[in-house]
């Protein structure tokens, strides 16, 4: 007897929205539990050139934890592209102006590259404080534990 491989096709695909508190769970090992959530890699009926995932929402992203001395050590760089155009931040800087774009940052080099990975990350959602503007979507609560 042979077995048939089920294909998802993206109209029948269903989504769900979820919601994590990221309030002290280290940043690789969130953001790897959200890129799967992402792609629908947790789901059976996940197609690698299909986006299966579900919507995540991201609350508390300025209180998410770096291990060992990531705060002072760890670096992001970004380059203009002009001669002299390259800044540097740490960590610490991230998380105080910028800790949406940390998680997203994260999430980015976890899922596909190209058009579909673009596509997958549209699904993502990062809010800084406790409150995001979703309810209407009744996002579950995603409990994660590492």
């Not at 029948?12 to 979820?18: A, L, T, V």
């Not at 539990?33 to 992203?61: E, F, H, Q, S």
């Not at 001395?69 to 760890?74: A, E, I, R, S, T």
Request: contains cysteine; glycine residues 8%; proline residues 5%.
């Amino acid at each position: 007897m042979q077995r048939q491989t089920t294909i998802a096709k993206t109209n029948e695909i269903q989504r769900k929205w979820y919601v994590i508190d990221a309030t002290d769970l280290p940043l690789g090992r969130l953001a790897s539990a959200i890129a799967l959530v992402l792609m629908g890699k947790n789901k059976p009926t996940w197609t690698p050139n299909v986006d299966c995932g579900d919507y995540v929402i991201i609350v508390n992203a300025e209180k998410v934890g770096l291990s060992g001395d990531k705060l002072h050590n760890k670096k992001y760089y970004n380059v203009s592209g002009y001669a002299g155009g390259l800044r540097v931040r740490t960590a610490k800087e991230m998380v105080e102006k910028y800790p949406t774009e940390m998680i997203e940052r994260s999430v980015h080099g976890m899922v596909p590259k190209g058009r579909l990975g673009r596509q997958i990350e549209k699904k993502l959602f990062v809010y800084a404080g406790p409150d995001h503007k979703h309810e209407a979507q009744k996002p579950e609560v995603l409990e994660l534990k590492f």
